[in-house]
């Protein structure tokens, strides 16, 4: 059984920086893909941002174009997501998936691991 443990999140003022990361435990896996969603309270979950896992090509929804970026450290198995001038509408609990086959990264559906998530605030 693979999790995924997400870390980083937390309160931030507008316009600051936040740090999420996410490591997956249990049995050991190669990821063809991962990404990040997000779910803010009575809204449905939706796409930030996604990686290959061994090409490293990206993609990012338009709100966070520019703002963020998502790395993967292949030795560690890991995938990161940097953010910043972070905004009020940023605010959710941000998850992180995995993939066993390449497909959509933006689809949700095209992963099959989710961590529990991690809360983001952004407020002044």
């Known amino acids: 059984q693979v999790q995924l443990v997400e870390s980083g999140g937390g309160l931030v003022q507008i316009g600051g920086s936040l740090k999420l990361s996410c490591v997956p435990s249990?049995?050991?896996?190669?990821?063809?893909?991962m990404g990040w969603f997000r779910q803010a309270p009575g809204q449905e979950r939706e796409f930030v941002a996604g990686i290959t896992w061994r090409v490293g090509s990206t993609h990012y929804a338009d709100s966070a174009k520019g703002r963020f970026t998502i790395t993967r450290d292949v030795a560690q198995n890991t995938v990161s997501l940097q953010m910043s001038s972070l905004k009020p509408s940023d605010t959710a609990v941000y998850f992180c998936a995995a993939g066993t086959v390449i497909a959509m990264l933006h689809d949700a559906q095209s992963y099959d691991y989710w961590g529990q998530g991690t809360q983001v605030t952004v407020s002044n």
């Open positions: 249990g049995d050991y896996f190669t990821p063809r893909i």
